[in-house]
C-alpha cells in the first residue's frame, strides 16, 4: 500500500505583498490590472497610430490551409501568391510610422487586414527611473511583434517575412503576460513602443490591445507549483524575474522548515525533494527576489 504526501505551502507566493501576478481577464471583459507597487507605462486608452496594410481576402479553403501552418505560412510555392502582394514595413520602423489611425479597421469588403504597424510613446521622469523589470500585457489575434525603442522584446506566432506573412495560428482571447528585464540604456527619457500584428488565415484582421507596466524589484511571476509527486519525492517548480536565484524551505511543521535548497539564477527553477515522509504532511516555503510566502 503506497503512502500519500501532503504538501502545504506557507502563504502565498506575492511580490512585495501584491496581487498574483498575471490577473485573469476580468469578468466584464476589461483589461487586467498591473501588479500592485508597480508604475504604470501605457495603459488601455494610451494614443496609438496605426498603418494598415491591405490584401485581398482569402478564401475560406485557403484560410484553412494557411491555419494548418502549411505552404501559406511558410511561404512555399504558389500558395503564397493568394496573400497579395509584398509591402515593405514603414520606412522609420520600428520608430515612427506614415500612418495616423487611432486604431486598426475593420477590413473591407473583399479585402483584409493583412498588418498592421503602430507606435505609442511614453515619458519617463525622475520618479520613474531604475526599473528593472518591464510586464507587457498584451490582448491580441493573432501573431505579434514588439519593440522598444529599436530593440525586440517580443515575438509571439509571427514568422518572419514580408507585411502578408499569416500569423503561424489563431490566438484566443485572453491577456497574454511578457516579462521583459530592463538591459543597460533600453530606456530613455522619451520612449517609443512599437508593435506589428497579424491575422491568422482564419481572420480577415487583426487585434491588439497593450498595457506596459514596470517595477524596479525582482521576484516569482508563477508558481510555486507542485510539478511532480512520487511516494516520498516531489518536485517544486517556479518561475522568477530573469536573473533571480530562488529558495525553497521545507520540513514537518510551518514553524520546522529545517532543510533548504537555493537554485542559482535564472527564470525557471526545480526543486527536487527526496526522503519526505511517506504518511504525511510536508510544510514548505519559496521565496525569490523580493516574493516569499508568509
Given at each position: 500500500m503506497f503512502g500519500r504526501i501532503v504538501l502545504v505551502l506557507i502563504g502565498t507566493a506575492s511580490l512585495a505583498a501584491a496581487e498574483p501576478d498575471e490577473p485573469a481577464e476580468t469578468s466584464?471583459?476589461?483589461?487586467?490590472?498591473?501588479?500592485?507597487?508597480?508604475?504604470?507605462l501605457l495603459d488601455v486608452s494610451a494614443k496609438w497610430r496605426w498603418e494598415i496594410v491591405t490584401a485581398p481576402r482569402l478564401a475560406p479553403q485557403i484560410g484553412a490551409v494557411a491555419i494548418s501552418g502549411l505552404d501559406a505560412v511558410a511561404g512555399r510555392g504558389k500558395t503564397i501568391d493568394v496573400l497579395g502582394e509584398a509591402?515593405?514595413?514603414?520606412?522609420?520602423?520600428?520608430?515612427?510610422?506614415?500612418?495616423?489611425?487611432?486604431?486598426?479597421?475593420?477590413?473591407?469588403?473583399?479585402?483584409?487586414?493583412?498588418?498592421?504597424f503602430g507606435i505609442a510613446t511614453f515619458e519617463l521622469g525622475d520618479k520613474q527611473q531604475g526599473l528593472e523589470v518591464l510586464e507587457l500585457k498584451l490582448k491580441y489575434e493573432d501573431g505579434v511583434a514588439v519593440w522598444l525603442n529599436g530593440v525586440e522584446i517580443v515575438r509571439q506566432?509571427?514568422?518572419?517575412?514580408p507585411s502578408t506573412t499569416l500569423a503561424a495560428r489563431p490566438h484566443g482571447p485572453e491577456w497574454e503576460?511578457?516579462?521583459?528585464?530592463?538591459?543597460?540604456?533600453?530606456?530613455?527619457?522619451?520612449?517609443?513602443?512599437?508593435?506589428?500584428?497579424?491575422?491568422?488565415?482564419?481572420?480577415?484582421?487583426?487585434?491588439?490591445?497593450?498595457?506596459?507596466a514596470g517595477r524596479?524589484?525582482?521576484?516569482?511571476?508563477?508558481?510555486?507549483?507542485?510539478?511532480?509527486?512520487?511516494?516520498?519525492?516531489?518536485?517544486?517548480?517556479?518561475?522568477?524575474d530573469i536573473g533571480v536565484d530562488a529558495t525553497i524551505e521545507w520540513g514537518h511543521a510551518a514553524?520546522?522548515?529545517?532543510q533548504k535548497k537555493t537554485t542559482a539564477p535564472g527564470k525557471r527553477h526545480r526543486f527536487e525533494l527526496g526522503g519526505l515522509p511517506p504518511n504525511g504532511d510536508v510544510f514548505y516555503r519559496v521565496s525569490a527576489g523580493v516574493s516569499r510566502s508568509q
Open positions: 466584464d471583459g476589461s483589461a487586467p490590472l498591473v501588479a500592485t507597487g508597480a508604475t504604470t509591402v515593405a514595413a514603414p520606412a522609420a520602423w520600428p520608430y515612427d510610422v506614415r500612418g495616423d489611425a487611432k486604431a486598426i479597421p475593420v477590413a473591407a469588403e473583399g479585402e483584409r487586414v493583412a498588418a498592421a506566432g509571427l514568422p518572419r517575412g503576460t511578457f516579462f521583459v528585464a530592463v538591459a543597460p540604456g533600453l530606456l530613455r527619457a522619451s520612449n517609443t513602443l512599437a508593435i506589428e500584428v497579424h491575422p491568422s488565415g482564419r481572420r480577415d484582421a487583426p487585434k491588439m490591445s497593450a498595457i506596459l524596479r524589484d525582482r521576484g516569482i511571476v508563477r508558481g510555486p507549483i507542485v510539478a511532480a509527486l512520487e511516494t516520498t519525492t516531489a518536485t517544486i517548480a517556479v518561475e522568477t514553524d520546522a522548515l529545517t
